[in-house]
């Protein structure tokens, strides 16, 4: 795995350094003794389709204004958080503490293993289903994942998608796995859903 700077490895209390730091407070508990060991990359834009709005952390803060846009109202009463937000220009944010539980993945199953957000950290990337991420985005996202890996014993790795079929779609299939794995040095054995694809 390749040398990580120490301002990208998650403290004591599971805050990165380098991250911009935007608390939300969606987040609760980890069940006592659960081992923090899957990643899971979702995609996120608000309103869909577009970037670069600031109502993805208004959101993540249970401070979106609905008015601003008519697909808000479907969201009113939405609460959830990620781990961390990938913007498009690759810039690093963080809602909630790795040490804690974001309300990131929903109803979800890791390898038959239930409720993933009781053990994973959930990447949100700034993008759609229909549009293809930036260079920047998949540099920050494999920079994060060696970090995590080096902090945390990271079994697996996997889409929204991997763990809730049929109900998520992202990240998408503009999501370039083998460019990630390539820059995150991330070896198939880690990524479960995509062996023998």
């Known amino acids: 795995m390749a040398d990580v700077a120490a301002d990208w490895l998650p403290d004591a209390d599971g805050w990165v350094p380098a991250a911009r730091r935007v608390p939300s407070p969606n987040f609760d508990a980890r069940p006592d003794g659960m081992p923090v060991d899957v990643v899971v990359l979702h995609n996120i834009s608000l309103p869909p389709g577009q970037f670069g709005t600031g109502d993805i952390e208004a959101f993540f803060q249970n401070r979106l204004d609905i008015a601003r846009h008519p697909f808000f109202e479907t969201i009113r009463d939405v609460r959830v958080s990620a781990h961390f937000l990938i913007t498009r220009e690759g810039e690093l944010v963080q809602f ?4 804690q539980r974001a309300w990131h993945a929903g109803q979800s199953a890791y390898c038959g293993r239930q409720r993933c957000n009781d053990f994973s950290i959930g990447i949100e990337i700034e993008g759609a289903d229909d549009q293809p991420f930036t260079l920047g985005q998949y540099d920050t996202a494999a920079r994060i994942v060696a970090a995590l890996r080096t902090t945390y014993p990271i079994t697996g790795i996997a889409g929204h ?8 779609t992202d990240p998408g299939p503009h999501f370039d796995w083998d460019r990630f794995a390539r820059l995150a040095d991330v070896t198939p054995a880690l990524l479960p859903y995509r062996r023998g694809s």
């Open 96 to 99: 909630v503490a790795c040490t």
């Open 161 to 168: 998608s991997d763990i809730a079929p049929g109900r998520k």
